[in-house]
């Protein structure tokens, strides 16, 4: 039997269930070196991805301990890391969990090759996906380019029992040398918010799956409606843990199903929401353009403000005066996370009010973000703007002071993140002023501010920029 070392190569999969590179390592009665790899497109990522990475890498490697294995972290490109440590441990395979935007995708391609060339077994697996993207077809075989049809086809799909957590991951004669997470400095972009940020976060795991559980327990049978509140603790937030794959779409999915037979009638929409994400990388796969360009090309030559003005700043800041885009706004800043009312709320304001391009948004999204995604935070933005798939630009122009109306009627969610009109600001309200750079200028005691740009002047700039343009 071969009993070289298997590698095992982590990036956005950090769990040990439900994880097909992992069990069929383990199952080949292999050694297995497990491995994290700082390169390009780990130094790439935004400030609060960095401390939220940082986070999970020493969570989960407290978990490899436990199962008397260990997580070898290593910088630098990945075929020459990969290259180095098969020098060092004799391994003959290398395994991974397939990642779906491009940059990821053509890394692991040329990898994949080269390691063949090598000689090296090179084998990526399925496991950040529910349906791998080229299986999911319409009758006519082509993509889905819209939402609706696409959860229509897929909502009946067998999709496989999860896996368990492997009994046992052999240990190598001799284990690489590892760099030190410290070392790595992966917070040091946040600054001086990187404490509070971290107390937001929900790390590993054990903690997926107890957010899980309390989530089918709690909250999904009113999932319809609370969703859409964002002062009530409704939605699941699991996305922060999807994300890093802390936990498998697969053992979402079988929770959500499982609570739908149980009567559980709102799960449908949970479940929803997970092949949401599934037609983003659907459409990542498909048409790569969506990550960077606009989605439909008659788009290129709308006339969006592309630099960094006033009022786009005021944006970033959570000083546009409109509260429910200032209080979300800073809810991102703060804890790493948007309610996602909240996200069509600012990006509507962004690209229609504004007339700024969603690139920009997206940048920011991208550096403030713990549960950022490159293929769901592009379509959403695209979604929002009017560049992407499914969209209506006319009809997609949110008021923003109605919306909070509806959903905010009792300004729970604005209390909680606006201090400058409380005697008494809420803590987290407080939390972000400790948090911001001080080169903003900004304290708890300014006056908050006059809308930038009015809901009816914004709504009417962005119909007649349409309307000009043959939209």
């Known amino acids: 039997m071969n009993k070289t070392p298997v590698i095992v190569w982590f990036r956005r999969d950090l769990r040990l269930s439900d994880h097909p590179a992992l069990t069929a390592a383990c199952d080949a009665g292999r050694p297995v070196v497990p491995v994290y790899i700082h390169d390009d497109q780990v130094a790439g990522l935004g400030a609060a991805q960095k401390l939220r990475l940082e986070l ?6 407290k978990a490899l301990a436990d199962k008397d294995s260990r997580l070898i972290l290593r910088k630098g490109p990945a075929l020459d890391v990969l290259r180095d440590l098969i020098r060092e441990t004799g391994a003959g395979a290398v395994y991974w969990s397939r990642l779906y935007d491009t940059p990821a995708k053509d890394r692991d391609t040329k990898v994949k090759a080269a390691l063949k060339e090598d000689g090296i077994e090179a084998k990526s697996f399925a496991g950040h996906l529910l349906f791998e993207p080229w299986t999911v077809e319409t009758k006519t075989g082509g993509f889905y380019k819209v939402y609706t049809p696409m959860w229509k086809a897929v909502r009946g799909n067998d999709v496989g029992d999860a896996l368990p957590r492997p009994g046992k991951i052999a240990a190598p004669d001799k284990w690489p040398a590892s760099d030190d997470l410290d070392d790595w400095h992966l917070r040091r972009a946040m600054h001086r918010g990187a404490d509070i940020l971290a107390t937001h976060c929900t790390v590993g795991e054990d903690a997926a799956n107890t957010r899980l559980g309390q989530f089918i327990a709690h909250k999904v049978a009113d999932y319809v409606t609370n969703r859409d509140l964002p002062g009530v603790k409704g939605t699941s937030n699991l996305s922060e843990n999807l994300t890093f794959g802390e936990i498998s ?22 479940l929803k929401e997970l092949v949401w994400r599934e037609f983003a990388y659907h459409l990542a796969h498909h048409t790569p353009r969506i990550l960077t360009d606009n989605w439909k090309a008659d788009w290129n030559a709308f006339p969006w403000n592309t630099k960094l003005t006033p009022e786009v700043q005021a944006w970033q800041r959570g000083r546009t005066g409109i509260r429910f885009v200032d209080a979300a706004m800073r809810e991102m800043y703060v804890t790493g996370t948007m309610h996602n009312r909240g996200r069509m709320i600012v990006a509507s304001y962004l690209t229609k009010h504004l007339m700024t391009h969603w690139k920009i948004g997206l940048d920011w999204f991208a550096d403030c973000l713990i549960d950022w995604d490159p293929a769901s935070n592009a379509m959403g933005w695209q979604w929002s703007a009017g560049s992407g798939p499914d969209a209506t630009p006319y009809f997609r122009v949110f008021n923003p ?35 911001i750079p001080r080169s903003w200028g900004l304290s708890p005691g300014d006056a908050y501010p006059d809308s930038i740009v009015t809901t009816d002047e914004g709504r009417t700039r962005a119909l007649d920029a349409y309307s000009n343009r043959g939209f």
Not at 56 to 61: E, Q
């Open 56 to 61: 999970a890498l020493d969570v989960f490697g």
């Open 249 to 270: 779409p697969r053992v979402c999915w079988h929770a959500g199903k499982a609570a739908l037979e149980d009567g559980k009638g709102d799960a449908e929409v949970f």
């Open 401 to 435: 002071v109605t919306q909070l109306d509806k959903f905010d009627k009792d300004r729970a969610y604005v209390k909680r993140w606006l201090a400058e009109e409380y005697k008494n600001p809420s803590d987290t309200a407080l939390s972000y002023f400790d948090m």
